[in-house]
């Protein structure tokens, strides 16, 4: 499985912006797929997952903000964030899980698969 993100860029704290990850493979609506961030200096750290039946799963910091979704006729998922912070400056990395389905929280301990490149965030003050 090979992911593309992009759609990174700079914005001013309260803007919005959306990633997007084109996702190669025939079986993209099988899989459950990711979004993941990394600070400057900081680990890895989970942000949200979609599972190929619909259900979403957030991290508390980003709840309310941000919205994941995905477009199985595109092999695509989103990040639609708004009401940004600065920080929420991070390099956001999508991923993905081909054959497993589990929860959100089983993704946040343990990771997925594949990932992608990064696409680089940077909000300002």
């Known amino acids: 499985v090979q992911l593309q993100a992009s759609g990174g860029g700079l914005v001013q704290a309260g803007g919005s912006l959306t990633l997007s990850c084109a996702a190669s493979?025939?079986?993209?609506?099988?899989?459950?797929m990711g979004w993941f961030r990394q600070a400057p200096g900081k680990e890895r750290e989970f942000v949200a997952t979609?599972?190929?039946?619909?259900?979403?799963y957030y991290d508390d910091s980003v709840k309310g903000r941000f919205t994941i979704s995905r477009d199985n006729a595109k092999n695509t998922v989103y990040l639609q964030m708004s009401s940004l912070k600065p920080v929420d400056t991070a390099v956001y990395y999508c991923?993905?899980?081909?054959?497993?389905?589990?929860?959100?929280?089983?993704?946040?301990?343990?990771?997925?698969?594949?990932w992608g490149k990064g696409t680089l965030v940077t909000v300002s003050s």
């Open positions: 493979g025939r079986s993209f609506s099988t899989y459950v």
């Open positions: 979609i599972r190929s039946s619909g259900s979403i």
């Open positions: 991923a993905a899980d081909p054959k497993g389905d589990y929860s959100g929280s089983y993704y946040r301990n343990y990771g997925m698969d594949y």
